[in-house]
């Protein structure tokens, strides 16, 4: 359960249109990957939905949590 209301929830910092075209690049090419690679060498197979669910994980971590240490921040 959420414990902090919607209504109080601050709003995602950065340009979500921007990181949202990102991940699906990224996506994209992942899946362009192991098609490419099955055409090459048939058995391989690929785990794309991993893939994505990794990728939203680094996407929301990487863009909205980890942050580097600057003098007004002890870092993440």
């Known amino acids: 359960m959420n414990t902090i209301p919607a209504d109080k ?4 910092a950065g340009d979500i249109e ?3 075209r990102l991940k699906s690049y990224a996506r994209w ?3 362009a990957m192991v098609v490419n690679a099955n055409r090459a060498h048939s058995g ?3 785990h ?13 971590g990487f863009n909205h ?3 580097a240490r600057t003098p007004e921040f002890a870092g993440t």
Do not use: K, Q
Not at 9 to 12: C, Q
Not at 48 to 58: F, G, W
């Open 9 to 12: 929830e601050a709003p995602l």
């Open 18 to 20: 921007m990181e949202r």
């Open 29 to 31: 090419n992942a899946m």
């Open 44 to 46: 391989l197979g690929g």
């Open 48 to 60: 794309i939905s991993t893939y994505a669910s990794a990728a939203t994980l680094y996407e929301v």
């Open 65 to 67: 949590f980890f942050r």
